[in-house]
């Protein structure tokens, strides 16, 4: 199709151009219907030109020659007919100086006569538009190109292959001489999950307009959630970056302005265009700090780089933790080392490092069975199967730990549940444990409670609590002793002997084995202390 505009200040004349004459059928396309050169002007410099102008002498604001003169300036080729009410020679002289094709009275307006004129002078933009189209799609093809092969699966620890300019003809046109290309990456920012297709679909339209406007900035469009651009300058100088820095912020704050979207972005390092898988996937990085410090703009910092063995190692360290947590600390605790976690992950770390450590702590306190709060028969209906966080449900740290801590709650619901459904006859051996153990108690003894023989009762009790009565008087004794440092300045030797080891020695043995810290450890990482 060959896109056509009209530009007349009378309203009759406009919807006249558009009714009389099947503007489709003879292979046009109506770019847009302006009252004024000025209106039209600025349409232009946002669209783009049409090939065939339709235009008024007389118009307020601005007039058809001023309009032509523009568009001459840097469109010779473009048909432009001149329809006015007025026959006077000197229009007619000052508008063929400007280079326009024909000259036709409204009043002697004839609508075959004008297709007939326009086809002949059309002819020869046939070739044009087919070549524009072709250059368009070529163009097209090679911006999905990109974004497909610049794609970095999770998990790939390769060195990304480098991309040769000879694959991207075009792009490398367009770059001309700039030597370093900065990858942009911008993704809707929202908390409560509202933001839909509508709203990415205009993001997308108004990022694309804005790119194109911009002389150093190239529109990719959307993939995997992401719209993507490149900026690209001949130098990298402190000023070059902060510079565009500050242009992808005006974007930001024009997306707010016109959509009422909040977006976050991430720019990438300045590299050759060779490296265009490595740079955008800086730039992903640098958008997930949004999950850690809310909406804003990310720029390339190499120091959040981590290599996997460091990972592994901090990832290793914060399971010891929570192990210990999990057996010695309260809900208030575990949610204050959470927020310890958060404060090193935003340093460093992923969001895909948040969601498997979660995700690694909710296994662990669900199937560890020297958990006291979550003794739950896997056997049962009421068993509470674990809830899989991801990025697309959970967008922030703060609400992937929120989410955690309800569901410890409601594991700890369920498993009160449980205990009073199938261990209420349990419940004197709990009671007696609680008051004597400070004392020598022998299984015997815990047997004898429930009127149940010394093997049967070892057999059920391990069956139903997931550990030896051993085991189950150990934790007690251990969570008593952890009460007392918590609430008193004593001893090893002096908590020992109030919580049943005569041999302090012994105490502290058994301690650092369910605990995972010794003494002097568990007190340094609580505060607590011997006077």
């Not at 229009?91 to 004129?117: A, C, M, N, W």
């Not at 302005?257 to 800086?282: E, P, W, Y």
Request: proline share 3%; hydrophobic share 40%.
């Amino acid at each position: 199709m060959i896109k056509i505009a009209i530009v007349d200040d009378e309203s009759l004349v406009r919807v006249g151009f558009q009714t009389i004459i099947d503007w489709h059928e003879n292979g046009y396309e109506i770019q847009g219907v302006y009252r004024n050169g000025k209106e039209a002007w600025e349409a232009f410099s946002t669209d783009g030109y049409p090939e065939v102008l339709l235009t008024d002498i007389r118009m307020p604001e601005m007039d058809g020659l001023e309009l032509i003169r523009r568009i001459r300036e840097t469109d010779k080729e473009m048909i432009i007919l001149v329809l006015s009410s007025y026959e006077e020679f000197e229009y007619t002289r000052r508008s063929i100086q400007l280079g326009v094709q024909d000259y036709i009275p409204k009043h002697l307006f004839d609508p075959d006569e004008l297709i007939s004129t326009l086809t002949r002078l059309s002819e020869r933009l046939s070739s044009k538009v087919r070549a524009r189209q072709s250059r368009a799609n070529a163009m097209d093809e090679e911006r999905q190109r990109l974004m497909t092969q610049s794609r970095i699966l999770p998990g790939i620890v390769a060195f990304a292959a480098d991309f040769s300019h000879k694959e991207y003809p075009m792009l490398t046109d367009l770059l001309k001489e700039a030597a370093f290309v900065c990858w942009v990456a911008v993704r809707i920012w929202s908390t409560d999950h509202s933001d839909n297709d509508d709203d990415q679909t205009a993001l997308g339209f108004l990022l694309q307009d804005l790119m194109n406007k911009t002389t150093h900035a190239i529109p990719l469009g959307f993939d995997q959630g992401f719209f993507h651009g490149l900026l690209f300058s001949r130098e990298t100088k402190p000023e070059e970056t902060t510079m565009m820095a500050g242009l992808v912020k005006e974007w930001m704050d024009t997306v707010k302005q016109n959509l009422a979207i909040t977006v976050s972005a991430g720019m990438s390092d300045h590299l050759i265009f060779q490296k265009c898988k490595v740079i955008r996937n800086q730039a992903e990085q640098m958008i997930d700090r949004s999950f850690f410090n809310g909406p804003g703009l990310y720029r390339f910092d190499a120091s959040l780089n981590v290599v996997q063995e460091q990972l592994d190692i901090k990832f290793q360290q914060w399971q010891q933790q929570f192990i210990s947590i999990l057996k010695s600390a309260s809900e208030e605790e575990l949610a204050k080392w959470l927020d310890a976690v958060g404060s090193e992950l935003e340093t460093r770390y992923s969001p895909d490092t948040a969601f498997r450590l979660v995700q690694w702590m909710l296994k662990i306190y669900q199937n560890d069975p020297s958990n006291m709060n979550m003794l739950i028969d896997t056997e049962k209906s009421d068993f509470m199967t674990l809830p899989f966080y991801s990025v697309d449900s959970i967008r922030t740290w703060d609400e992937l730990k929120s989410c955690f801590l309800q569901t410890i709650k409601r594991f700890n619901d369920l498993s009160a549940t449980a205990r009073m459904k199938s261990q209420t006859w349990l419940e004197p051996v709990f009671l007696y444990v609680e008051a004597h153990f400070a004392q020598s108690i022998r299984l015997e003894d815990a047997a004898s409670l429930v009127n149940l023989n010394i093997h049967y009762f070892s057999h059920r009790f391990s069956r139903e609590m997931g550990m030896t009565f051993l085991e189950y008087l150990t934790q007690v004794r251990i969570r008593k002793s952890i009460d007392l440092m918590k609430r008193y300045s004593l001893s090893a030797e002096e908590v020992a002997s109030r919580v049943g080891y005569p041999n302090s020695n012994y105490f502290v043995k058994v301690f650092k084995k369910v605990t995972g810290m010794t003494v002097s450890e568990f007190r340094n990482s609580t505060g607590f202390s011997t006077k």
